[in-house]
């Protein structure tokens, strides 16, 4: 069973820092690119970060770009998401998801065919 397990959010000031943890289980976690994506009250999701195991190639999002770096430990079958210098519009519900994309606008998409799993969010709050 495909299990992608999200954690480390939490309530930090702007200016702050968190690092994010999406732990995989029940695929092989070199076949399929994992990615974040996140969603704040009355808003669409939005991709943020996405990386590939493979070849270890990453890909983030212009909102974040320079903030956020994506990265993972193949041992752990575990992808990070280190999100410095946080600003209040970081706030949302924060999900890891594979297998992720990118279209050729930048916009960071998830699911392939076969390969559409989503783990439960993890709550990041930026307070001003």
């Known amino acids: 069973e495909v299990q992608l397990q999200a954690s480390g959010g939490g309530l930090v000031q702007a200016g702050g820092s968190l690092r994010l943890s999406c732990a995989a289980s029940g695929f092989t976690f070199d076949d399929y690119a994992i990615g974040w994506f996140r969603q704040a009250p009355g808003k669409e999701r939005e991709g943020v970060s996405c990386?590939?195991?493979?070849?270890?190639?990453?890909y983030s999002a212009d909102s974040v770009k320079g903030r956020f770096t994506i990265s993972s430990d193949n041992a752990k079958n575990t992808v990070y998401l280190q999100m410095n210098r946080l600003k209040p519009e970081d706030t949302a519900v924060y999900f890891c998801?594979?297998?992720?994309?990118?279209?050729?606008?930048?916009?960071?998409?998830?699911?392939?065919?076969?390969?559409?799993?989503w783990g439960k969010g993890t709550q990041v709050t930026v307070s001003s």
């Open positions: 998801a594979t297998d992720c994309f990118v279209f050729e606008d930048g916009t960071v998409a998830a699911g392939t065919d076969g390969m559409d799993y």
């Open positions: 990386f590939s195991s493979s070849d270890g190639s990453t």
